[in-house]
């Protein structure tokens, strides 16, 4: 029955019963996290093998002839190259393979064009004005880049399909001064939303007012599938190429969530003119990544049905995870008008749309009563969530039975909150 048909005197009842048991639950002295997409420690044993992968003094010594232990190889050995340029459907020429994490890459690139421009343009930090579409809900990371550059941001909101693209289209067509636009195309952080194939061919044909714009087009997600492999999107480099706008994106990626974590491998994906510009300033900024650990994803994965392997492992950890905070939602709050949820195909998150006003006030109940979740508010730039709806969950670190309870004190968080408000207090 949906609260908002009870009486008063019904929903005050329910309130007292709930208040009730939320009083059990604080009195176990709980520690859930729910807050980050950590992968757990049996997603991250998966890869123990990795670290065996050289037996020898030859070993990291390349088919291509790099040793890897020594300087050299800014753009990344050939062997990664291709690895990670055949897992995003993109020529290894086009690929420098980098760091451990791509968050990294993003910010180095928002930075270098911050400071020196984007192939010959004014340097941002010139300008007067600067300014990023934000899809929302989003990535808090790279709401926080723009917001420690002091970046002005413009939100944008989501579709079943992917960011509004006719908002899109009318606002970088009309003002020079927004340069970039952040994109999780495949499993959406937090929506799980895969972008439609119009929605990508849109982007490639995006005519921005600013000749510096970029599209920011996180792959991070792209093989994290828990249910259908067989989601595909339209590659973006080469749809930009086939639109005439050859240099409108950088993608980046990485095997953060595939390898281990902390040490895994990232890459930039972008066309040869991009990749000439950014290698300028790379040659100052760093001798070189780490090649060694390159060399040992190669050797690891050797391929990317390797890496489809891989993640196969990871879904078949992450699914019943997903499966049982689903279940619980669906079982506790489904039909009670106490907020929505997307049931997500891959990624990390599930996203839970609370009624307005409401979702400060569950996380913090949630804190309270030993469940972290990331803050309200957090998938919109500045912090500001103008419904203060918004909830991500991430179910991937928690135990399975801590989950089962970290779920059901999420949701009698949800009833709690959502019960008290209609009654106004």
């Given at each position: 029955?949906?609260?908002?048909?009870?009486?008063?005197?019904?929903?005050?009842?329910?309130?007292?019963?709930?208040?009730?048991?939320?009083?059990?639950?604080?009195?176990?002295?709980?520690?859930?996290?729910?807050?980050?997409?950590?992968?757990?420690?049996?997603?991250?044993?998966?890869?123990?093998?990795?670290?065996?992968?050289?037996?020898?003094?030859?070993?990291?010594?390349t088919?291509?002839?790099?040793?890897?232990?020594?300087?050299?190889?800014l753009?990344?050995?050939?062997?990664?190259?291709?690895?990670?340029?055949?897992?995003?459907?993109?020529?290894a020429?086009?690929?420098?393979?980098?760091?451990?994490?791509?968050?990294?890459?993003?910010y180095?690139?928002?930075?270098?064009?911050?400071?020196?421009?984007?192939?010959?343009?004014?340097?941002w930090?010139?300008?007067?004005?600067?300014?990023?579409?934000?899809?929302?809900?989003?990535?808090?990371?790279?709401?926080?880049?723009?917001?420690?550059?002091?970046?002005?941001?413009?939100?944008?909101?989501?579709?079943?399909?992917?960011?509004?693209?006719?908002?899109?289209?009318?606002?970088?067509?009309?003002?020079?001064?927004?340069?970039?636009?952040?994109?999780?195309?495949?499993?959406?952080?937090?929506?799980?939303?895969?972008?439609?194939?119009?929605?990508?061919?849109?982007?490639?044909?995006?005519?921005?007012?600013?000749?510096?714009?970029?599209?920011?087009?996180?792959?991070?997600?792209?093989?994290?599938?828990?249910?259908?492999?067989?989601?595909?999107?339209p590659?973006?480099?080469?749809?930009?190429?086939?639109?005439?706008?050859?240099?409108?994106v950088?993608?980046?990626?990485?095997?953060?969530?595939?390898?281990?974590?902390?040490?895994?491998?990232?890459?930039?994906?972008?066309?040869?003119?991009?990749?000439?510009?950014?290698?300028?300033?790379?040659?100052?900024?760093?001798?070189?990544?780490?090649?060694v650990?390159?060399?040992?994803?190669?050797?690891?994965?050797k391929?990317?049905?390797?890496?489809?392997?891989?993640?196969?492992?990871?879904?078949?950890?992450?699914?019943?995870?997903?499966?049982?905070?689903?279940?619980?939602?669906?079982?506790?709050?489904?039909?009670?008008?106490?907020?929505?949820?997307?049931?997500?195909?891959?990624?990390?998150?599930?996203?839970?749309?609370?009624?307005?006003?409401?979702?400060?006030?569950?996380?913090?109940?949630?804190?309270?009563?030993?469940?972290?979740?990331?803050?309200?508010?957090?998938?919109?730039?500045?912090?500001?969530?103008?419904?203060?709806?918004?909830?991500?969950?991430?179910?991937?670190?928690?135990?399975?039975?801590?989950?089962?309870?970290?779920?059901?004190?999420?949701?009698?968080?949800?009833?709690?909150?959502?019960?008290?408000?209609?009654?106004?207090?």
């Amino acid at each position: 029955m949906q609260y908002s048909e009870m009486s008063k005197a019904e929903l005050q009842e329910e309130l007292e019963r709930l208040k009730a048991d939320y009083e059990k639950y604080k009195g176990f002295g709980l520690a859930l996290n729910m807050a980050r997409g950590k992968p757990s420690p049996a997603q991250l044993d998966l890869s123990a093998g990795m670290l065996d992968a050289f037996t020898s003094k030859d070993d990291p010594v390349t088919e291509s002839g790099v040793d890897t232990r020594n300087y050299g190889n800014l753009e990344g050995i050939p062997e990664a190259r291709a690895l990670m340029g055949d897992w995003l459907g993109v020529p290894a020429e086009n690929i420098y393979v980098c760091g451990n994490a791509s968050l990294n890459i993003m910010y180095d690139c928002v930075a270098d064009a911050m400071l020196f421009g984007v192939m010959g343009s004014t340097p941002w930090c010139r300008l007067d004005k600067v300014k990023f579409l934000c899809p929302v809900p989003g990535y808090d990371r790279h709401f926080k880049i723009n917001e420690l550059m002091g970046i002005e941001m413009v939100n944008v909101p989501m579709t079943e399909n992917g960011p509004d693209m006719d908002i899109v289209e009318k606002l970088v067509s009309e003002d020079d001064s927004i340069k970039g636009i952040w994109c999780v195309p495949k499993y959406s952080n937090p929506q799980g939303i895969v972008y439609s194939d119009e929605t990508v061919k849109r982007f490639a044909a995006l005519k921005p007012a600013a000749k510096d714009f970029r599209i920011y087009w996180d792959n991070a997600y792209s093989i994290h599938y828990l249910y259908d492999e067989s989601i595909e999107i339209p590659e973006i480099l080469s749809e930009c190429e086939k639109a005439g706008n050859p240099d409108l994106v950088y993608e980046f990626a990485s095997t953060s969530k595939i390898s281990h974590a902390g040490a895994g491998i990232s890459c930039i994906a972008a066309s040869t003119a991009n990749l000439k510009s950014l290698h300028k300033r790379l040659t100052i900024q760093t001798i070189g990544y780490d090649k060694v650990n390159q060399l040992r994803h190669v050797m690891y994965f050797k391929n990317v049905d390797g890496l489809k392997a891989q993640m196969r492992k990871h879904a078949a950890l992450l699914r019943p995870k997903f499966d049982k905070v689903l279940e619980i939602l669906d079982r506790e709050l489904a039909g009670k008008g106490a907020g929505s949820w997307l049931k997500p195909k891959g990624g990390y998150f599930i996203s839970f749309e609370a009624c307005e006003g409401c979702a400060k006030d569950i996380v913090a109940r949630c804190k309270e009563a030993g469940v972290v979740l990331t803050g309200a508010g957090a998938t919109y730039p500045y912090g500001k969530d103008p419904k203060d709806s918004n909830i991500r969950i991430a179910p991937s670190y928690p135990s399975p039975e801590e989950l089962e309870k970290a779920a059901e004190i999420f949701c009698l968080c949800v009833k709690l909150s959502t019960i008290e408000k209609l009654l106004g207090k």
